[in-house]
């Protein structure tokens, strides 16, 4: 809301140079593009709540276990269009692409381990580690809280 405006809306009506039927319509104007801009923010993230859209673009990595290659491109493009909207959504698509970046390449080592068969296991428990992390850091977005990815190696900073 703009103080600054209504202030001097205020002040205009009590010096006499505008009537009360003026300043009412020029204060719901203010609050009119208040409201307009508090509805376009929400847009901004898909229609949801900013700890939900996180929840969202921590879960959309699991894409890729149904479909090859959504797991990285579903939540890169949330992150894209919004990252410069909302500063969480920064922080936590930076931290969600990493760790996936992260994870393709311990599979690719774990692919090539697999000729001594020590590859299967890891490949599995790789597996294990990103639905478990993926979940639990789509639980604290949700509660608005932060999450860093373990095994993470940082490529975006």
């Not at 697999?114 to 789509?138: N, P, T, W, Y």
């Not at 639980?139 to 608005?144: C, D, E, L, M, Y």
């Amino acid at each position: 809301m703009n103080y600054e405006d209504l202030k001097i809306l205020d002040e205009l009506r009590k010096n006499g140079s505008i009537t009360e039927e003026e300043y009412q319509r020029e204060k719901q104007k203010v609050f009119d593009s208040t409201e307009r801009s508090s509805r376009r923010s929400k847009q901004e993230l898909l229609g949801l709540g900013e700890n939900s859209y996180l929840a969202l673009m921590h879960l959309s990595q699991l894409a890729g276990y149904l479909i090859f290659g959504v797991g990285f491109i579903a939540p890169l493009i949330l992150w894209l269009i919004n990252k410069d909207n909302n500063e969480r959504v920064n922080v936590q698509g930076k931290e969600i692409i990493n760790f996936i970046i992260s994870m393709v390449l311990y599979a690719l080592i774990s692919t090539v381990l697999c000729i001594i068969l020590i590859g299967f296991v890891m490949l599995v428990a790789l597996a294990v580690i990103q639905i478990v992390c993926a979940v639990m850091a789509a639980i604290k977005a949700n509660n608005g809280e932060d999450y860093v990815y373990p095994l993470t190696i940082r490529f975006l900073k």
